[in-house]
């Protein structure tokens, strides 16, 4: 392993850079909150009583929007409300 030495000043600069960094990131990101409100598939599936299969495809007709990380969608409950509010989406409510 090779080690690299840099002055306290060059160290603490980086330190201060990489903090400032970080909170960007979060920042654009959105917090722990945020995220909390995003739903798999399997939500989506039991709030509207539809299957895996019908899912995908209002996600092939664009039908609804959703975002997706490697293999795993998620949506955002106001794009489910408004597949329910034009009356696409089936409910199994009463």
Known sequence: MELKMIEGKAF???KERFEDFSKRIKKLCG????????????DVCRLLGISKRTLQSYRDRGTLAFSQIGHKCYYRPEDIEKLLSTGTGKTNRK
């Open 31 to 42: 917090g722990e909150k945020e995220k909390a409100n995003w739903l798999d598939n399997e």
């Open 12 to 14: 603490e600069m980086m």
